[in-house]
């Protein structure tokens, strides 16, 4: 609406001069017919042609106004053409439905926006037209072309004045469309949750998935312990197996690892291989919590680890554990929650 007022507005202020006397001849000529009649012109020419003029005007003026909403809608919105609102709906005749269309909370606040907007824009009017009232008196007083001129330039000022108020208004309605879109939009934490369960998948889902893939993996490094040089056990919740490569001298490595009966499965093939099996509650909750299948141990059971391979390869049969030291940090409960000074 503020476009279309505010394109009217531009067309009078530039051009209006112009549209109104060629508006004014128009009429003049046409009143006249007896010239053309005279020369035996048909009636009907006469009649186009004095019309088709008037008409050309017209559309020069109404034209743009047409356009002016389809631009705006296309540059602020983009075009949305689909023939499905062309298609015929029940729902639409349905009388149930446009009384809750019409009786409903937003089309009562939208109703009172309304009302609103033509109070505020006809007490402008209004107040502008009382202001002006002398000058439109004097009107009657003045010869046709000067009244007919200052009638223009006040109707102009009177759309000017219309259309700022109204510009004005869109623009304050525009924000508080804006501000509640935008509140709408804002997701409440459930909602992000729920978004992010649905996303990046549901976090109890995930950490039973990850579960799993542990046990799996667990269950499948039980066969590793064949080429393991020693067994680190709770003595029953926890077992690690290990193994110290001389050749290429890197760290010990953790072979198979796990917690009850993959723990209890461990053992037991530990005691039908013969490998060695060490209870050290502290040094085998470490390596299970701090180390992965195939990895190294953590860097700060080196010297843990290697006091226990040493007395491994080194030890008389029926020789007592030496003691091992754990590091604080590194000292877990059975569930994996740290012990140490540093918990």
Do not use: C
């Amino acid at each position: 609406m503020s476009v279309v007022l505010l394109v009217a507005a531009a067309q009078f202020y530039f051009i209006g001069r112009n549209f109104f006397y060629e508006m004014l001849n128009t009429f003049r000529n046409g009143l006249d017919i007896s010239g053309p009649l005279a020369r035996e012109i048909p009636l009907l020419n006469v009649l186009g042609d004095r019309f088709g003029s008037a008409v050309l005007i017209v559309l020069m003026f109404s034209v743009p106004l047409a356009l002016a909403p389809m631009v705006t809608q296309g540059l602020f919105g983009g075009f949305h053409f689909t023939l499905e609102n062309l298609a015929f709906k029940g729902s639409r005749l349905s009388p149930m439905a446009g009384l809750s269309r019409m009786f409903g909370m937003q089309s009562l606040i939208e109703l009172g926006k309304s009302i609103l907007k033509v109070i505020t824009i006809g007490t402008i009017g209004f107040w502008f037209l009382m202001s002006n009232l002398p000058d439109i008196l004097s009107l009657a007083e003045s010869p046709f072309e000067s009244a007919m001129e200052s009638t223009g330039m006040l109707f102009l000022l009177t759309l000017l004045v219309l259309v700022g108020a109204v510009a004005i208004l869109g623009a304050i309605d525009a924000f508080i469309q804006w501000r509640q879109h935008s509140q709408r939009m804002l997701m409440s934490k459930q909602e992000m949750k729920d978004e992010h369960k649905q996303t990046e998948g549901s976090p109890e889902v995930k950490a039973r998935i990850r579960k799993m893939q542990q046990e799996m993996a667990q269950r499948g490094s039980v066969a590793q312990v064949e080429q393991a040089q020693v067994i680190i056990v709770n003595p029953k919740r926890f077992a690690v197996a290990l193994r110290y490569d001389f050749e290429d001298g890197t760290a010990p490595k953790v072979l198979a690892k796990g917690t009850d009966a993959i723990a209890a499965s461990i053992r037991e093939k530990a005691e039908a291989l013969g490998v060695p099996i060490l209870t050290i509650p502290l040094l085998a909750r470490a390596l299970y919590f701090t180390s992965e299948i195939g990895a190294e141990i953590h860097s700060d059971l080196y010297r843990a680890v290697a006091t226990v391979l040493s007395f491994v390869f080194q030890a008389a049969p029926g020789a007592d554990l030496p003691e091992v030291e754990v590091p604080e940090e590194l000292q877990f409960d059975a569930n994996g929650r740290k012990t140490g000074a540093r918990a």
